[in-house]
């Protein structure tokens, strides 16, 4: 049973990293540290989309590492 729980886990983390490498508009280190943050942005489209996949896979990140750990 753990062999499963672990491919899918590293499919599930190459999975999020794309997700936030899809994310990662337009921030360098200069606005990461410097501020450059000073405007509000609603997500839109395909950019919401990304974002709730996001969370969805993270979540279930999450729920295959604790069977890991259970089992």
Known sequence: MQTPLIIAQ????????ILILLQAQGTGLGTSWSGG????????GVEKIVFHLT?????LFIVTSLASVIS
């Open 10 to 17: 590293i499919i599930i983390s190459v999975v999020i990293t």
């Open 37 to 44: 943050g000073e405007t509000y942005h609603t997500r839109k």
């Open 55 to 59: 969370i969805f896979f993270i979540a």
